[in-house]
């Protein structure tokens, strides 16, 4: 765990969202199509759509989604006493270390013997702190994230219809994964996704989570 990077926001910003996944879709061909006056007798296999195929970077979405920024924001700041307590604990952790290592020779066997068992119980702890904060902090995301995530869903089907996409790929991890080995750039439409939601779903001072009192 590296305490001096933050923990919460090296879990919130992780690239892996699982999220993600919804905005992989193809566009349903019977939505675009008016409704048959009366049944009739199938001649042969659905026509293809017509259409664009595109694809989207997903993983910039916390970043970039505002509605995303601020629940990140909101949660850093939550979080960032414990996070500040887990860093210095680390400090000291690193401090007792160097000690240790400088002036066992001139110490005597039992302030070694204590000085170490003091460093596990040290160490200890922090495992405990940063793993008990990343699973804190990992529900209260998910939580925080569930109602931006099924409009994110909705946004990306009438997005695709209103621009004639028939298939949207999320290249977040699939060109690292060999799923998608290139792509041209000019079929990456995530600015302009991005830029719509967030003209869409304006992020105001009232709505922006607020931050608990300390107690």
Known sequence: MNARRG???????????AVLALLVL??????????????TKPSGPPPLPKGKIAVINTGVFQQDIEEFKAKVDALNRQYEPRVKDIQGLADRISALETTLKSQ???LSPAKVAEMTE??????RDYQRKGEDLQAEAGRER??????????????????????????????ANAVQSGVVLWFDPRLDITKAFV???????????????KTPPKP
């Open 104 to 106: 066992s020779a001139v």
């Open 118 to 123: 003091n460093l596990e119980t040290m160490k």
């Open 142 to 171: 998910d939580k925080a994230f569930e109602p931006i995530t099924g409009k994110l869903g909705k946004f990306a089907e009438d997005y695709t219809a209103r621009n004639g996409i028939v298939v949207l790929v999320d290249i």
């Open 26 to 39: 193809a566009v349903s061909i019977a939505a675009q199509q008016p409704a048959a006056t009366a049944p």
């Open 7 to 17: 923990i919460i926001h090296m879990k919130l910003y992780r690239p892996t969202f």
């Open 195 to 209: 830029a719509a939601y967030n003209k869409a779903n304006p992020v105001t001072a009232a709505a922006a989570p």
